[in-house]
C-alpha cells in the first residue's frame, strides 16, 4: 500500500509540473520561430493553429456570461499576438528565401490564401488586404481601444466608493466579513482587468500597423530579391512575391481581426451575468420596435423598382418573429402567474425540512376547492377585468339563504397539471366536478328547444349535462334568438359550483356550523336551546338530524321549528331517522311550498297497493333498511317512476312521490341519484289545507 501510494503521489505531481507548461513553451517556439528556419509543411500547421486560437478566443469572449469571467483575455491577446508576429518573421523568411520556386514554397495555407481566396489576382488581394487593415485599424482597434481607455479611467476612479460602500455595508452588518473580503477582491480583479485591457489594446493596435509595415517591407524585399538575386522580370516578381506576400499577409490578418474583434466584444460588455446571446434576445426583441420595422421593409417593397422578394420576405420574417415573442412573452407571464406560489412552497419546504415536524405542519383540506389552468387565471383576477371571484361570491350568499347556514368558503387556487383551459371543483379535498372552458367564448345552452342550429364548438353544459355549443360572443344576439341561453365562462362556473354545492349541502354542514345555529337561535329563544345539548340530544345527533334533512333536499332555514321538534321528540327516541321523519311532518308545510309554491293541489305519484306491500315485506325480511329490494323488482320500479317523472317534467309540473312514512326515507335514497328532481313524501307531511291529485299510480295493473 505504501508502494502504491508513493507512485499515485508521484504521478499526481508530474501531472503538476505539466499542468503549466504550455504557455512557456509557446513562448519558447514563438521565440524559435523568430530565429531558426521552418519548413513550409510546419508553417501550415501553425497558421492553421493561430487561425483555431483565435476562433476559440473569439467563442469565449461571445459565451462569456461576466468580462471578470475571461480575466486572463489581455495575456491570452499578448501571446497570440506574439505568436502571429513570430510566424510572421519564419513566413517572411520562407518567402523571401524559396518564392522563386512558385506559388506553394512557402506552404499550402500562404498557397490557397493567395490563390484561391482572391483569385490569384494580387491587384485584388491588394485591395482586400488594404480594406481588412483599414477595418482593423481605424474601425475596431481604435474604437476598442477608446472604450478600453474610458473604462479603465472610470473603473480607477470608483474604487474608493466601491471600497466604502463595502465597509459601510459591513459596519452595518448587511454583509458577513468573508462576503466583505469577496467584493473587496472583485472590486480589485475588476480594476486590473480594464487596466490590463487599456494595455492590451494598444498590442491589436500595433499588430495592426506591423501588418502593413510588413507588407510593404515584403513586396520591396521580394522584388529586390527576385529581379536582382534570380533574374526574374518585374512582371513575374512582382507576381510571384506580391501574392505570396498578400497570401502571408491574409492569414496573418485573418486571426488579427478576430482577436480584435474579440477585444472589443471585452471592453462593450456590460457587468452583467448573461452571455452576449441572452443580451441580444432581452434588449433587442423590443415587439413594437420590430413592427415598426416589419411595416417599413414591407412598405418599401410595395414601391416600384424595388426588389420585392427580399424587403417583403424580410419584412414579414421580422413580423411574424415580433408575433412569436409577444406571443411567447404572453405564455411565459400567464406562466409566471400560475406558479408565483411554486418558489414560495419549495421555500416552505426546505425551511420546513430543517425543523422538527409538528401538528401544524399537517394541512388540512379545503371544504370547498376550485382549481383552474393557467390560462383561465385571469377569470379570477380581479386586476384583469376576472369576474369570477364576484359571481361565487353571489352563489354563496344565495346558497346561504336558500339552506340556512352559512356556506364555507371557496378556496381558488392555480393547478399547473390541469389543462391550460380546464377547471376542477372539489369537496373535502375530492374532486366532484370537472369542467373545461374557451376563454373569450361564451356557452349557448340549449334548453330543450331551439329554432335553429348555431356554428360552434359543440360540448356540453358542465352542471346540467344539457347540449350546448361555444360561440364567439358576437354571435350571442343570434344564439339567443334562436332560442338559446347564453352565458358566459364566469357564470358556467359559478352555475356549476351552484349545482354542486345544493346537492351536497349535508357535506358542509359540520359540529362547528351547526353550533352557530343553535348560538344564533339562542340569542332569540334561549330557553328553547336550554336543554337541548347535551341534556336533551348529543350536538351529534342534531348534527346527523340536520345532515339527514339537507340531503333530501329540504333547507334548514326554519331552526326553530326543527329544534322544537327535537326537544319534543328527542326523550321518546336517540334514533335519527326517527328524528328526521318527525322533523319533515313539523317541516311539511315549507317542504310542499318549495315543491308546488301557493298552489291548492299536489300533484303526486303513487304507488300500486299491491307493490307497496311487496316493498314493506322485502324491508321486513331483509332486516336492514334498503337492502332487502330484489334487483329485478328494482329495476323495474325505478324505470315506471322514470317514466312517470319525465312526463310530470314535460307537463311543467312539480316531481312528487307520495308513500308511506316507513318506505319514504328509502325511496328517497333509491332516487336521489338515479332520478335528481323527483321528491319523495309521506302521507303524513300533507297539510291539512293541500289537496291530493294522484297522476300516476306505478306498479298499477
Known sequence: MDVKATLTQLNANKTDYLKGIGT????????????????????????????????????????????????????????????????????????????????????????????????????????????????????????????????????LDAMPGKQMAIDADLNAGFISADQARERRSEVTREADFYGSMDGASKFVKGDAIAGIVILVINIIGGLFIGMIQHDLPFSVAMEVYTLLTIGDGLVAQLPSLLLSIGTAIVVTRQNESQNMGEQFTSQLGNDKALYIASGILIVMGLVPGMPKVAFLGL???????????????????????????????????????????????????????????????????????????????????????????????????????LDPNEYRITLMGVSSGIGELKHNSELAINPGQVFGEIKGIATKDPAFGLDAVWVDPSQKDEAQSLGYTVVDAATVVATHISQLLHNNASLLLGHEEVQNLLDMLAKSHPRLIEGLVPDILPLTSVVKVLQNLLNEG????????????????????????????AARISLRRLIVQDAVG?????????????????????????????????????????????????????????SILLTSGMLRSVLSRFVKHTLPGLRVMSYQEVPDEKQIKIVCSVGQQ
Open 24 to 155: 512557456p513553451l509557446l513562448v519558447l517556439a514563438a521565440l524559435a520561430m523568430v530565429v531558426l528556419p521552418m519548413p513550409a509543411f510546419l508553417l501550415d500547421i501553425l497558421f492553421s493553429f493561430n487561425i483555431a486560437l483565435s476562433l476559440v478566443v473569439l467563442l469565449v469572449t461571445v459565451y462569456t456570461l461576466k468580462p471578470l469571467d475571461f480575466g486572463s483575455f489581455p495575456t491570452v491577446l499578448l501571446i497570440a499576438t506574439i505568436l502571429r508576429l513570430a510566424l510572421n518573421v519564419a513566413s517572411t523568411r520562407v518567402v523571401l528565401l524559396e518564392g522563386h520556386q512558385g506559388g506553394d514554397a512557402a506552404g499550402k495555407v500562404i498557397e490557397a490564401f493567395g490563390s484561391v481566396v482572391i483569385g490569384g489576382n494580387y491587384a485584388v488581394g491588394l485591395v482586400v488586404f488594404l480594406i481588412l487593415i483599414i477595418i482593423n485599424f481605424v474601425v475596431i482597434t481604435k474604437g476598442a481601444g477608446r472604450i478600453s481607455e474610458v473604462s479603465a479611467r472610470f473603473t
Open 598 to 654: 301557493a298552489d291548492p293541489e299536489i300533484p303526486v305519484i303513487t304507488l300500486a297497493p299491491e307493490l307497496e306491500q311487496m316493498l314493506h315485506q322485502s324491508l321486513q325480511n331483509a332486516g336492514d333498511e334498503g337492502a332487502g329490494i330484489e334487483p329485478g323488482l328494482a329495476e323495474r320500479l325505478q324505470n315506471s317512476l322514470g317514466e312517470a317523472h319525465q312526463a310530470q317534467e314535460m307537463a311543467g309540473e312539480p
Open 554 to 581: 329540504v333547507p334548514i332555514r326554519d331552526m326553530r321549528t326543527i329544534v322544537q321538534t327535537l326537544v319534543e321528540y328527542g326523550p321518546r327516541s336517540q334514533d335519527t331517522d326517527v328524528l328526521t321523519a
Open 315 to 417: 419584412g414579414l420574417l421580422i413580423g411574424g418573429i415580433a408575433f412569436y415573442n409577444q406571443k411567447r412573452k404572453a405564455d411565459e407571464k400567464a406562466k409566471e402567474a400560475a406558479g408565483t406560489r411554486a418558489p414560495n412552497e419549495q421555500a416552505e419546504q426546505a425551511q420546513i425540512e430543517t425543523k422538527e415536524l409538528g401538528w401544524d405542519d399537517v394541512q388540512q383540506v379545503d371544504v370547498i376547492g376550485l382549481e383552474v389552468g393557467y390560462r383561465l387565471i385571469p377569470l379570477v383576477d380581479q386586476a384583469q377585468g376576472g369576474e369570477l371571484l364576484s359571481r361565487i361570491k353571489g352563489v354563496r350568499k344565495k346558497l346561504s339563504q336558500e339552506l340556512g347556514f352559512l356556506v364555507p368558503p371557496v378556496h381558488i387556487r392555480d393547478n399547473l397539471e
